[in-house]
């Protein structure tokens, strides 16, 4: 096989592809690094699938686009058909230091249900990832439409475990001529719930701790056994129970903004004072996503969290770093405009305690 240099996109040998596979239907497909050239059929594809309304208003500015394909952190990769060179379908890995994130995976219709789509995704992700670019991430993550199980298959199926299901994550809609400013999020359109999951790469796993903290309440207890339950790699963990009072510990937080998806998260341990302004500032946002760290002091703010209105979505394995030993983190949502109700949600066998669990929380004790 040929070996590509992503860094210049320069062959070193005369197959451009990294990858080969044969469709249901017999015909042969390649896997390769995308171009700049490609940038008018890519946004064609989302054209097609989304018309105006995907998540990244970028796909459709073809000058953007390219310099997104050139960017020598965004690993975008296409199958096309070794036959007349037409592109199936596309999707990226994105690289920020030492985390990795999948996304922007697509498909033709005209090549949906014969394998192209799954062949694409798992074998992009596996052969990408494996390259010496990434030798020093920790982990990659990707979302997964809620109402998708054969979304959640393809990224099984290249080695990802599930750790959380977040109601209404997704916001379709056309975002053209959206501008961000004055914080203002793009307003809810069409909304879908969406899996989490990651692909744990071995330099997490040695740097963990193992000493896990946790409020002594059954919706953080199940999500760490959970996530415990599809890998062995947690078996050695200590869990250790207490009760929290919501001003103990000190106060270290960070805060992030994600406009197109009108989210704002939240990264730390965080006192009273100090959230009640951060939930009044950010009202007019979608969703508030909250990773605190399964640390003792971490226990005082998922104790504030649930007192203000914030409910368990998710258990991230290894988020939170400490002068690098890596903490896991318990995730919260809180939905300023009182929640929203869009949870269709099919799923594989595997994550159907998780859909419980969420359905019993969303709908019994969201704010």
């Given amino acids: 096989m040929a070996v590509i240099s992503k860094n210049n996109l320069i062959l070193q040998e005369e197959n451009i592809y990294f990858q080969k596979f044969v469709s249901k239907n017999g015909d042969e497909y390649g896997l390769r690094f995308g171009e700049p050239k490609d940038a008018k059929n890519i946004s064609m594809i989302f054209k097609e699938i989304y018309k105006y309304e995907y998540l990244t208003p970028l796909v459709y500015d073809l000058d953007l686009l390219k310099r997104e394909l050139s960017d ?20 990226l890995i994105k690289k920020s230091r030492y985390i990795a994130h999948a996304s922007k995976g697509v498909t033709r219709k005209k090549f949906q249900g014969l394998g192209v789509t799954s062949k694409i995704g798992a074998a992009g992700i596996i052969t990408v990832t494996k390259m010496p670019q990434f030798k020093d991430c920790l982990r990659l993550n990707v979302e997964v439409r809620g109402p998708q199980v054969r979304a959640q298959k393809l ?119 100090s959230l009640n302004k951060l939930i009044e500032t950010y009202k007019k946002w979608r969703i508030i996503l909250w990773r605190i760290p399964t640390t003792q002091t971490g226990i005082h703010s998922m104790a504030l969290a649930l007192e203000k209105g914030f409910n368990m979505v998710g258990y991230d394995i290894g988020f939170h770093n400490m002068n690098w030993t890596l903490h896991d983190s318990v995730i919260l949502a809180y939905y300023p405009k009182g929640g929203s109700y869009a949870f269709e949600v099919n799923y594989l066998e595997e994550n159907k305690p998780l859909f419980n669990k969420i359905r019993e929380i969303f709908y019994s004790r969201v704010n």
């Fill in 155 to 273: 990224i099984k199926n290249s080695g990802a475990i599930p750790f959380g299901l977040v109601p209404a994550y997704f916001n379709y809609g056309d975002r053209r001529a959206f501008k961000t400013e004055n914080n203002t999020p793009f307003p809810p359109k069409r909304e879908e719930a969406a899996f989490l999951y990651s692909i744990i790469l071995n330099t997490l796993w040695k740097k963990r701790q193992k000493k896990i903290y946790l409020l002594d309440n059954e919706d953080f207890i199940f999500f760490h056994d959970y996530v415990k339950s599809q890998t062995k790699k947690m078996n050695q963990d200590v869990l250790l129970l207490e009760k929290g009072k919501k001003n103990k510990g000190y106060e270290l937080y960070g805060v992030s903004k994600e406009y197109h998806d009108g989210i704002v998260s939240l990264y730390g341990t965080i006192q009273e004072k």
């Fill in 72 to 91: 020598k952190n965004n690993f975008w990769f296409v199958g096309e058909s070794l036959d007349n060179n037409e592109i199936a379908g596309t999707g």
